[in-house]
C-alpha cells in the first residue's frame, strides 16, 4: 500500500500562485508515476498533470499548460504541483496518484492509489 497526502491547497486571487505537495509514504515509491486530478461538486475527476518516475516524462492537460508546473524529489517521496497565474476556474479538490505501471496516464483507472485532496478556491 502508498498512502498519499496533498497539502498546499488554499484560498488565492486570480492570478496568484499555489504550490500543492504530495507526500508518499508506506511501499517503495519506486518506479511510480505520479499524477495530479482536480474534481469540482457534480462533474467527474479531470485529468490536470503527470510525471513519470524519472521525471523525464511529462504530460499535462491543455487547460493548465504554460501555467502549471509538475515535479517530484524522489528522495523525498513527494511530488508537486506549482500552479501560477490561477483562474477561478481552477477552482477545485485537487488530489494526487500513483501507478505502479509509470504509464503517465490521464484516465482516472490507470492509477492505484489515491489522496483525499486539498482544496484550491481561486477568487474572481
Known amino acids: 500500500q502508498v498512502q498519499l497526502v496533498e497539502s498546499g491547497g488554499g484560498l488565492v486571487q486570480a492570478g496568484g500562485s499555489l504550490r500543492l505537495s504530495c507526500a508518499a509514504s508506506?511501499?517503495?515509491?519506486?518506479?511510480?508515476?505520479m499524477g495530479w486530478f482536480r474534481q469540482t461538486p457534480g462533474k467527474e475527476r479531470e485529468f490536470v498533470a503527470a510525471?513519470?518516475?524519472?521525471?523525464?516524462?511529462?504530460n499535462y492537460a491543455d487547460s493548465v499548460k504554460g501555467r502549471f508546473t509538475i515535479s517530484r524529489d524522489n528522495a523525498k517521496n513527494t511530488v508537486y504541483l506549482q500552479m501560477n497565474s490561477l483562474k477561478p476556474e481552477d477552482t477545485a479538490v485537487y488530489h494526487c496518484a500513483a501507478d505502479p505501471f509509470n504509464r503517465l496516464g490521464r484516465r482516472q483507472s490507470q492509477y492505484d492509489y489515491w489522496g483525499q485532496g486539498t482544496q484550491v478556491t481561486v477568487s474572481s
Open positions: 508506506g511501499r517503495t515509491f519506486s518506479g511510480y508515476s
Open positions: 510525471s513519470s518516475w524519472s521525471g523525464g516524462r511529462i
